[in-house]
């Protein structure tokens, strides 16, 4: 890889794995947070690390509702969210056309059940499977669930039909307090514990109308009457008793004040009850109460004879916890078919049901028992078909895609099912074994059997470090460990005859309706004579009730939702990590993640993969490109490629023809592993460190090319310029020296001009002792040629001489009488007077004696700067002088 890129380095591997995640996020989820992301199936790549992340960031923001590809995963908010269930937002999520569109929401579950009955044309019947941990939410789900039906499945052009729905909906929200009250206890995970399992059938016509429903209950854990694991109570309708009593009941029931019961611990108060008293509440004679207690009666022999043999201390305390649970498990079947007769409708009445299974999640307490056994066993069946059903989901896609593909293998739970109820051997068969022989048995015992009938099973494990007898089993949600001490004895839950007849001849009304009298009603607990090997036990008839729940749920179209529970500590917004992903694990959703896993948990559309991949094929310069290549325009939307599979697969072979990676064309998606992905990127990334070194490489010419050329272009501006500003100076030189050339001409002129004006007369003869006189000597050529150029200028040395700066005194006449080529050597001949306070020249005579007379009354010349011309009558006779002295003859 590029390790430097403009003296920048790549920074460190952790970084690099950031960037290309988040570079990624485009092609997977999306530039979209977390909290936003309303499917756990977007998010890409499928992981704990990034469910966990999204569940957390989601319930940080309030947003307890999130898809799970066909589960919906249900966040307990632990405070109250009345705008979450209100009626507007059932009305909303019932009248959208999509609710699917909408927020995830326990509703949207509701409205899609619903609508799948009301829009096919042979309804099909729906069911939604509420799981969880205890705590999680799974009763209150379902009760918003059963008003979220009994509001949208009522009529409203009927009134009649709207009574009867409200009518339900009460009598079902009416139930549950009682059912919670005899079926809810405290444990150590939630105050509120549903110790038994039920599914509640609602109840349509024809005209998806709800008309009843029906309430099916599941392994109510009935020991826990008579006992309590530490720190737990017992069912909550006892400390409600106790505590809402009025005197008059607490006359009537028995209930002192400061009283305690041996069965009530962890109450405010405890209470101890009597034997007196618990025949007068049973409407029983006492000693006959006391006698079925403390004498066991045996039938032997062939004539059925009749045995009584005093039990001991420990056999008399069974037998009274058997009588009690035999009552307490009588008068909740008893509560629950009164409610089914108050809400159930007559069979030809309804012809579809939506139903709703609250059942307990899985369990691992530090004792783990019979119960817990139970309860894991039907969740090990319920992941099971949950499994075949998001399977079966998935298959559906592929085949909708077009894709020929089968899922690989994958860990499935069957062998664990295997383990609790396989044939010929399995746990459940030898706890059954064992409590068909006539015979004590003891927990090691039981343990040495199970160890050595099932030796070498992968999901069977032994603790050797347990002082006590158990066994371990290795659970799709975890290790649990089961205690053998009372297992035979609780799966048996012996009824002694004589106990049950004991509770027929009761003459409290309630007691007649449990237990009647009719021999013809016998219960399965009453077998007679020598039918005592078809007795069911509590783990039979559990499997036989668990076996027609699923045959209930195989026949509909089921829905999952799973309740988790953030935190132990039962606060808002504290989000619990560790206790999170046990319980994601526990429901099956990190199960669901390793199936996604192993076939193609990641998908593309057809149409951002060649926008993401296509530069791959810059892998192969040198192949001509197929009829299946690239569009112009580089994959877009209107290319070829992202809609035909065809073409898509030609080009993907191109593509990933070094990829040994599996990798399948759908119709509108790509479907690929991780390892494929990774492929991918590795290769994007070597294209892309190819073109930047294109890149690079074209950008560093450029830059010399662009630095040579503004060198070259700088030379040249600074020439032009300078060129320009010489050129500049030269035309202002120029110009100035026109300038002046014609002043000087025009000045010349106009000096010419004032001089021929000015001088009047004319030169007269010079005297004979005269330096020039005519009979004077020739001068030489030189000074000939020096009078010349004075006889030229003479103007400029006037005015020179004029002027009212420069020589002064006797070097201006001197000047005047070289301009003038007066005789110097006579200085009496003429005489030149001047102004002295304005330094001019005022006029020139000559003496009387002499031959040529100047008289300048006022010399224009010396105002040469000022005046702008001579006046003709004030200047006589010097232009007479120059032409006098330039007449040929002039000497």
């Known amino acids: 890889m590029l390790q430097q890129v403009n003296g920048h380095g790549s920074g460190s591997a952790a970084h690099s794995g950031e960037s290309l995640r988040e570079d990624l996020k485009e092609l997977l989820g999306g530039e979209v947070p977390p909290q936003q992301l309303n499917d756990l199936t977007k998010v890409n790549p499928v992981t704990l690390e990034t469910v966990l992340r999204c569940l957390q960031a989601r319930y940080m923001a309030d947003t307890f509702y999130t898809n799970a590809g066909c589960t919906l995963v249900a966040m307990n908010p632990f405070k109250p969210v009345p ?166 009941e607490r006359v009537r029931w028995r209930l002192p004040e400061g009283a305690a019961f041996s069965w009530l611990p962890h109450p405010e108060r405890t209470l101890e009850g009597s034997v007196g008293t618990s025949a007068l509440l049973l409407g029983l004679p006492e000693d006959h109460l006391l006698e079925t207690l403390q004498i066991r009666t045996i039938r032997a022999g062939r004539g059925q004879q009749v045995f009584q043999k005093p039990c001991s201390q ?90 020929a593909w089968s899922f690989v293998s994958y860990q499935d739970n069957q062998p664990c099912l295997d383990l609790i109820e396989g044939s010929p051997v399995s746990i ?84 007649k309706v449990l237990f009647p009298a009719d021999p013809e009603d016998k219960s399965p607990e009453e077998p007679s004579g020598q039918n005592r090997a078809p007795v069911l036990t509590v783990v039979s008839k559990f499997k036989a009730s668990l076996e027609q729940l699923l045959q209930v749920l195989h026949g509909t179209t089921p829905h999952y939702i799973r309740c988790i529970k953030p935190n132990s500590q039962a606060q808002a917004q504290i989000f619990h990590r560790e206790e999170v992903l046990s319980q994601l694990e526990a429901c099956g959703l990190v199960e669901t993640i390793h199936i996604s896993a192993a076939g193609f948990p990641i998908r593309v559309s057809h149409r951002n993969f060649m926008e993401r991949y296509q530069l791959l094929r810059r892998l192969r310069p040198a192949i001509t490109p197929s009829p299946h290549g690239p569009c112009p325009d580089g994959g877009r939307s209107e290319c070829p490629p992202c809609t035909e599979p065809a073409t898509l697969q030609g080009l993907l072979q191109e593509i990933l023809h070094t990829l040994p990676a599996p990798l399948h064309c759908g119709r509108t998606k790509v479907f690929m592993t991780d390892s494929t992905l990774e492929l991918l990127e590795r290769g994007r990334a070597q294209v892309l460190e190819q073109c930047a070194r294109h890149i690079q490489r074209g950008w560093r010419r450029h830059r010399c090319r662009t630095q040579a050329r503004r060198r070259r272009a700088a030379v040249l501006i600074q020439a032009a310029v300078r060129s320009w500003l010489t050129r500049k100076h030269i035309q202002q030189l120029h110009a100035a020296a026109t300038v002046i050339k014609r002043a000087w001409r025009e000045w010349r002129i106009r000096m010419a001009f004032l001089a021929s004006e000015e001088l009047d007369g004319v030169e007269e003869k010079h005297s004979p002792h005269a330096p020039c006189s005519p009979g004077s000597s020739p001068l030489p050529p030189a000074q000939t040629r020096l009078q010349g150029a004075i006889t030229r200028l003479w103007p400029l040395g006037l005015a020179l001489a004029n002027a009212a700066v420069g020589v002064h005194g006797f070097q201006r006449k001197l000047v005047v009488f070289a301009c003038l080529q007066l005789p110097v050597g006579s200085p009496r001949s003429c005489a030149v007077q001047t102004a002295q306070e304005q330094a001019g020249v005022l006029s020139i005579r000559a003496l009387p004696q002499g031959s040529i007379r100047f008289h300048c009354r006022k010399s224009p010349l010396r105002y040469a700067d000022t005046c702008p011309g001579p006046s003709p009558d004030s200047v006589t006779g010097f232009n007479q002088i120059l032409l006098e002295r330039h007449r040929p003859g002039h000497v």
């Not at 549903?194 to 099916?216: D, H, P």
């Open 83 to 248: 705008q979450l269930y209100s009626p507007e937002l059932m009305r909303e999520y019932h009248a959208a056309s999509q609710p699917q569109t909408l927020k995830p929401h326990i509703f949207t579950v509701g409205e899609q059940t619903y609508r799948n009955v009301k829009s096919l044309i042979e309804p099909v019947n729906q069911s939604v499977v509420v799981s969880g941990e205890s705590g999680a939410g799974k009763t209150w789900t379902s009760r918003c669930l059963m008003k979220f039906y009994a509001v949208v499945a009522a009529s409203p052009m009927s009134w009649e039909s709207h009574k009867v729905a409200e009518r339900i909906e009460q009598r079902i929200l009416n139930s549950n307090p009682v059912m919670e009250a005899f079926g809810n206890a405290c444990t150590l995970r939630n105050s509120n514990s549903s110790r038994f399992g039920k599914f509640i059938q609602l109840q349509l016509n024809g005209a998806q109308q709800m008309t009843g429903a029906a309430v099916q209950t599941y392994l109510l854990e009935k020991t826990r009457v008579a006992c309590q694991a530490p720190s737990e109570r017992n069912f909550h309708i006892f400390y409600q008793i106790y505590k809402g009593a009025h005197a008059e």
């Open 428 to 511: 459940c068969s030898l706890i059954n074994e064992e409590c068909r022989l006539n015979r004590p048995s003891s927990a090691a015992q039981l343990q040495t059997r199970i160890e050595s009938a099932l030796t070498g099973h992968p999901r069977l494990g032994r603790d050797r470090l347990s002082p006590e007898p158990s066994f371990i089993v290795l659970h799709y949600a975890g290790p649990v460990r089961y205690r053998t001490a009372g297992l035979v004895e609780k799966n048996k839950d012996p009824v002694p005859p004589e106990l049950t007849s004991l509770l027929q001849q009761s003459q409290d009304p309630l007691l």
């Open 314 to 403: 420990a056999e008399c305390n069974t037998r009274r916890d058997c009588l009690a649970k035999l009552v307490y498990a009588r008068l909740f079947d008893w509560l629950v078919s009164v409610i089914n007769s108050s809400i159930c409708a007559a069979p030809d009445s309804w012809t579809t049901f939506i139903g709703l299974l609250d059942v307990y999640g899985f369990e691992s307490f530090p004792n783990n028992s019979l119960e817990q056994l139970c309860i894991n066993y039907a969740n090990e069946k319920l992941q099971q078909h949950f499994v075949a059903h998001y399977l079966q989901a998935q298959q559906e896609e592929y085949a909708m895609e077009g894709l």
